[in-house]
């Protein structure tokens, strides 16, 4: 720049350009102040935060993958015998053919260990 | 309306300045005094660049609004450059809409297709656009500048605004225009060859 200011030809072309900035018309004037309140009332909200957008998408996109997996991720419940069918359940447990069974169990075990001859 | 209805829609309607004394209102003050600093010249620039003063006050008014709310936060000493960079491209903007629009809509008007409520007075030649015959000498001194500098190609004319009027150094010239400092310089070199040439009667 020090080449410059030394210059008298660029101090007056300067001088001109002053002139012609400081020289501007009422209108004129008066937009660039309005532009300057809104450019000002911009700069005075909350500057917004590009990386909250992905971040809200990516969370509300979570909580829906676990809303949908989540109900697969639990173990199945163990039947559990409907109630027309305990008295059935029951008597069959109380049979006497079924103790005849369990008393001797020695001789069926016995009979399975038993090779297969002929 | 009740009076609280009244108080909140004048609270609504004044403008949102930040409390005194907070760092908030410190910033806020700090942009107002630069941006009145600058914004005579920046309208001039915008000009000088597209040509028409209407437009070039659209260009500003953009302008501030975008250097607000993204360069707000920078310090302070860094807001010319990025301001004029931001100016800078709004200009180039222009140029390639009008561009696009001429390529498009251009084949129209050549085939008698205007609008009829177009206003005939906008079709007369401004008297002070350059024209290739026209001599600078017989205008005004600041007519001739003006149209001297809307002659130049507009690198040229960017970095003569910016290092002669602006003050800028090849650096920060550099950063406005998004260019090494060697084409600042090329750039001013050619500007001022032309200029002189262009404005000799008017400026020795």
């Given amino acids: ?118 | 309306m009740t009076p609280t209805l009244a108080m909140h829609w004048m609270d609504s309607d004044r403008p949102a300045t930040p409390r005194a004394g907070t760092p908030a209102a410190r910033n806020h003050d700090a942009l107002d005094a630069f941006l009145r600093g600058i914004e005579r010249r920046a309208l001039r620039i915008a000009e000088l660049g597209v040509g028409h003063r209407e437009e070039a006050l659209d260009i500003v008014q953009d302008c501030m609004l975008t250097f607000v709310r993204n360069y707000r936060d920078k310090p302070a000493a860094d807001w010319p450059p990025l301001f004029h960079r931001v100016l800078e491209s709004r200009v180039l903007d222009f140029h390639r809409r009008h561009q696009v629009r001429s390529r498009w809509f251009g084949w129209i008007e050549r085939l008698g297709g205007r609008d009829d409520d177009e206003d005939s007075l906008a079709n007369i030649a401004d008297a002070r656009a350059p024209q290739p015959c026209q001599h600078v000498s017989d205008l005004e001194t600041a007519d001739a500048l003006d149209i001297a500098l809307r002659a130049l190609p507009h690198r040229q004319r960017q970095a003569f605004l910016l290092r002669i009027w602006e003050g800028f150094d090849v650096a920060d010239t550099a950063r406005a225009m998004a260019c090494s400092e060697g084409s600042v310089k090329t750039h001013l070199s050619r500007a001022m060859t032309a200029l002189r040439a262009r404005l000799e009667h008017h400026h020795g």
């Fill in chain 1, 1 to 118: 720049m020090a080449e410059h200011d030394e210059d008298p030809w660029t101090e007056r072309i300067r001088q001109q350009l002053d002139n012609r900035a400081r020289d501007l018309d009422a209108a004129t004037l008066s937009r660039l102040n309005q532009s300057r309140q809104v450019a000002l009332q911009a700069a005075a909200k909350p500057k917004p935060r590009p990386w909250l957008w992905p971040a809200t998408l990516a969370s509300a996109f979570s909580l829906a993958l676990a809303v949908a997996i989540w109900p697969r991720l639990l173990p199945e419940p163990l039947p559990t015998p409907s109630a027309g069918t305990l008295p059935e359940d029951f008597s069959m447990l109380a049979g006497t053919e079924n103790l005849e069974l369990y008393e001797e169990l020695d001789f069926y075990a016995w009979l399975d260990a038993q090779p297969l001859s002929g």
